[in-house]
């Protein structure tokens, strides 16, 4: 069931001419959107559905630099600097406060992990910090669980994804931006080899550039126009309670379940390490590219063939740019939830916190999560099609990292010193035989 989104206003008319056009409004769009709008730049953000409606709603809240693949580390610094004063910058919520995060366990392997990865993390001057048996306790009252240890990150926090979203969007209509909701992208205008706009249900806008932030779609989108862009969407499944005990004031990792206190009171919860994969034409096409991934870390995923063969994102579609797209047959993607995860999740709170047993539920669903091979996202322009930009490839952290992909984004597409070094989100490396290999932490 889609997650219910805080409302955004559209507007009327697609302007004729923009200087960016912003395909998607999910976080990575609305938050380039609001950047690029504040650097003065006119922007159209155009959204197939409504703002939010797909990954950006669905996702479990957490604003974490803890457990940050390294390289994306620093924009996930930046992005929690951003957060920090987001609530007062936009003059709305976000629900964003900085919590601190912990992760708790009994397993000797990912505590092994936990804390080579801190050591490496203090090179970032990163602060986190690794938590004896009695630490992780002390931090974790009322549970039954006897953990060998955790991780706390003290500057980390949480934020609701239906909220943060569309207040991004909001703020960019503000600067200036127009937002255009129930409006497919269906295609690029290219003129001599060059971008010059889009091609929507409604008609054609011209533009110097366009950031296709398409979330699960844009490896699709890519392909219409030659352009290879490896994608894999791992659909996973989640929660939400109605108002219940206080557990924690942020996000707490327990083994095989996350909780992350929501502002109403209840938790948003979700099963760590239990995705299902799909088998698609999309995916037998980059299967090479994934396989280190699949081989290393997928351990918890689980493979199948469904829907998504035939139709969605990762099936094999062509389209005519003057009908009917698959991004209209899709308005929101909503691959629904697996009620079998639900129950357990469900199990799993009562087992770690008796206090949590018989707490109801209050809204569950599915969101299929775009990954690529290396784990980390794409934010950069595609050499081979000057005037197109992406950002996209978020592989389960673009909430939390959102305004910094946001502002980075921004700086690349308006051509300004970038908040952080973009070289490890380049596109190029998709195309020019880098060894993606697998990715870090995830
Ligand atoms: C269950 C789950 C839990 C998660 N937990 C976390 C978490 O705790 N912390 C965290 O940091 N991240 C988390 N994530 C990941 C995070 O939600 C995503 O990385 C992030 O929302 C991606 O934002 P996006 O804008 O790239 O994609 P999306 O939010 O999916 O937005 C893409 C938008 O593009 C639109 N679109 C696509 N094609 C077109 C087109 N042709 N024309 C017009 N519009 C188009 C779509 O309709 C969609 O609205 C989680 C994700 C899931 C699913």
């Known amino acids: 069931m889609p997650v219910p989104v805080q409302p955004v206003v559209s507007d009327d008319a697609l302007p004729a001419s923009v200087d960016v056009a912003v395909i998607g409004a999910g976080m990575a769009g609305s938050a380039a959107a609001y950047f690029l709008a504040e650097k003065g730049h006119s922007v159209a953000l155009i959204e197939k559905g409504i703002?939010?409606?797909?990954?950006?709603?669905?996702n479990w809240g957490w604003c974490r630099q803890q457990h940050r693949d390294l390289r994306e580390l620093p924009l996930a610094m930046k992005s929690l600097e951003i957060w920090g004063d987001l609530n007062r910058e936009l003059g709305t919520e976000t629900g964003f406060r900085r919590t601190g995060l912990v992760y708790v366990t009994n397993r000797p392997a990912d505590f092994a992990q936990w804390e080579e990865w801190t050591l490496k993390a203090r090179e970032h001057q990163m602060h986190s910090r690794v938590l004896t048996p009695e630490e992780a306790k002390a931090m974790t009252p009322g549970s039954t669980g006897e953990w060998i240890g955790g991780v706390h990150s003290p500057n980390d926090g949480r934020a609701e994804p239906a909220l943060a979203g569309p207040a991004l969007a909001d703020a960019a209509r503000e600067n200036g931006a127009t937002i255009h909701q129930n409006c497919a992208v269906r295609g690029l205008d290219i003129q001599a080899g060059k971008v010059t706009g889009v091609i929507t249900e409604r008609g054609r806008v011209r533009s110097r550039a366009v950031l296709c932030a398409g979330g699960a779609w844009s490896s699709l989108f890519c392909r219409r126009h030659g352009v290879r862009l490896p994608q894999a969407g791992v659909r996973s499944t989640s929660f939400f309670t109605k108002a219940a005990p206080l557990i924690t004031e942020g996000g707490l990792s327990l083994p095989n379940v996350t909780l992350r206190r929501r502002l109403d009171g209840g938790y948003t919860v979700g099963l760590s390490g239990r995705g299902l994969v799909e088998m698609s034409p999309q995916g037998l096409l980059y299967a090479r590219d994934f396989w280190p991934t699949l081989k290393k870390r997928w351990t918890g995923v689980t493979l199948g063939v469904g829907r998504s063969f035939f139709d969605g994102p990762e099936s094999f579609a062509h389209w005519a740019f003057d009908r009917v797209s698959p991004f209209e047959r899709h308005r929101t993607l909503d691959p629904g939830a697996d009620p079998k995860l639900v129950h357990q999740g469900l199990t799993k709170l009562a087992e770690h916190y008796p206090a949590l047993k018989g707490v109801e539920v209050a809204h569950c669903w599915g969101g299929l999560i775009d990954s690529t091979p290396d784990g980390i996202p794409v934010i950069s322009a595609v050499e081979s099609l000057p005037g197109l930009y992406l950002s996209t490839g978020f592989t389960g952290h673009g909430f939390g990292i959102g305004p910094g992909a946001g502002r980075l984004a921004a700086d690349i597409v308006a051509?300004?010193?970038?908040?952080?070094?973009?070289?490890?989100?380049?596109?190029?490396?998709?195309?020019?035989?880098?060894?993606?290999?697998?990715?870090?932490?995830?």
């Open 415 to 442: 051509g300004d010193p970038p908040i952080v070094d973009p070289r490890p989100f380049r596109y190029s490396r998709m195309v020019d035989g880098t060894d993606l290999g697998a990715p870090g932490m995830l």
């Open 51 to 58: 703002v939010g409606g797909e990954q950006t709603s669905r």
